[in-house]
């Protein structure tokens, strides 16, 4: 498989956010199956895409990437290829190399539902922290790639389409910040129940007890209603957009830190 195909491949594993390693051939002496810049894919179950050399150097730097991704820490491996690891049975290199492990972990997918002026703040905000950005709103002339050139995908029509249409992937993150109350609490009500890290919803702590009551009377559980974040956002005071977006990419971090830790735990 060709590098491009397997760079393609690990792509996608980021976009649909499964684990993978990347492997790389870092350095290489002597006689060797691959040279430098040769790549394979390692995905959490095992399986592979691409290679970088067959036979028993690629079962150890299979296993080493398994170890990388578990801990989520990447590093080198060199491997010297003598008679107790050929590099394809029967072949003996006599060579050494040397790999580059890159867990990529599970990426995160941050869901913005409203792309009014702090929608978009905080899409500027989470980006550069790591943050896979997805945006939806009913107000097609605001979902536009002009207005948001960092997304990963833009979704508009009505709250009611766009929440049947989520299908959050593992490490899913929702921020709820539609320009009307009613929408906020449509979205959350179809939202809670799913999947996700971390679900917040932009509210004043009067806004938080009317949407909660009107929840309640929808049948929605206090333990649900529990692992809300409202008011979104870390305490710090914020008024602007700006400073909103940086209270909640704050509150984010801190959550999905916790989050990996107990990934690495499990």
């Not at 003996?92 to 995160?108: D, I, K, N, Q, Y």
């Not at 097609?140 to 959050?168: D, N, Y």
């Not at 919803?201 to 974040?229: F, N, Y």
């Amino acid at each position: 498989m060709l590098t491009g195909e397997v760079i393609q491949a690990w792509h996608e594993a980021l976009r649909a956010g499964e684990p993978v390693c990347m492997v790389t051939v870092a350095a290489t002496q002597g006689s060797t199956p691959r040279k430098v810049g040769a790549k394979m894919l390692v995905y959490r179950d095992g399986r592979t895409c691409g290679t970088i050399g067959g036979g028993q150097v690629e079962r150890d730097i299979t296993a080493a990437a398994l170890e990388a991704l578990q801990a989520r820490r990447a590093g080198l491996r060199t491997l010297q290829l003598n008679a107790s690891s050929p590099a394809e049975p029967g072949m003996m290199c006599g060579g050494e190399m040397t790999f580059l492990l890159e867990p990529s972990g599970a990426v995160r997918h941050l869901h913005i539902f409203g792309a009014g002026h702090c929608g978009l703040a905080l899409a500027q905000a989470a980006a550069p922290a790591g943050f896979l950005v997805h945006i939806y709103d009913d107000r097609p002339e605001l979902v536009v790639r002009e207005r948001f050139p960092m997304a990963a995908s833009l979704h508009t029509g009505t709250f009611a389409e766009l929440t049947r249409a989520f299908t959050p992937v593992p490490d899913a993150y929702v921020a709820i910040m539609t320009h009307a109350h009613a929408h906020d609490a449509e979205v959350l009500a179809a939202l809670i129940e799913a999947p996700c890290v971390y679900i917040g919803l932009m509210a004043s702590q009067r806004k938080r007890a009317q949407t909660w009551a009107a929840l309640a009377d929808q049948g929605i559980s206090a333990d649900a209603l529990a692992r809300v974040h409202c008011p979104i956002g870390l305490a710090i005071g914020a008024e602007t957009p700006e400073e909103i977006a940086v209270s909640i990419v704050a509150e984010l971090i801190s959550v999905a830190r916790r989050h990996e830790q107990s990934y690495l735990s499990a």
